[in-house]
């Protein structure tokens, strides 16, 4: 009975802080998302082209849901620090994309033109990223995640410090 009251205390700690985490957040500014599809998937292991010059492999441990959302930013808007439970694939679709790493001291932005894409790997909150349109035309990007079932697709942060807001 001890270790259940410690569990729950503990569980109920680290709700505490989350609730703490998301109350200090970033918010977007200028910023929508449209949910395109999501889908259930089980264990997801395929190889394909193997033998060619161009291989991708794709494989997940255990149950996954996999989204396809197309982010919009207005000119001087931004997403909001935030992380994701595991790597994004994004293409900018029209616009320019400017990336923002929490733990680059420098807060140099990688920036990212129309046709082009960039693997997010901010997976946890020890990496939080700020996507922003810097540009005087919209920003849209389309990403397709691919996270634990049932996780958040999408976790906000607190500003990192180091950077312009």
Partial sequence: ?????????LLAGLGV?????????????????????????????VKANDAGPHRVKLKTKGDSDVYIVENTVAPGGHSGWHYHPSPSLVTVKSG?????????PTCTGRVFQAGTGVVDDSVDASHVHLLRNNGD?????????????????RIDAPDPGNCPS
Avoid: H, W
């Fill in 1 to 9: 009975m001890r270790k259940l009251v410690g569990g729950a205390a």
């Fill in 17 to 45: 802080l989350g609730i703490a985490a998301a109350a200090f957040a970033t918010p977007n500014l200028n910023f929508s998302t449209v949910q395109i599809s999501k889908g259930f998937f089980g264990e997801i292991d």
């Fill in 96 to 104: 320019t994309a400017t990336f923002y790493d929490g733990d680059d």
């Fill in 137 to 153: 035309v919209p920003l849209v990007t389309i990403t397709f995640q691919i996270v634990p079932a049932g996780a958040p697709r």
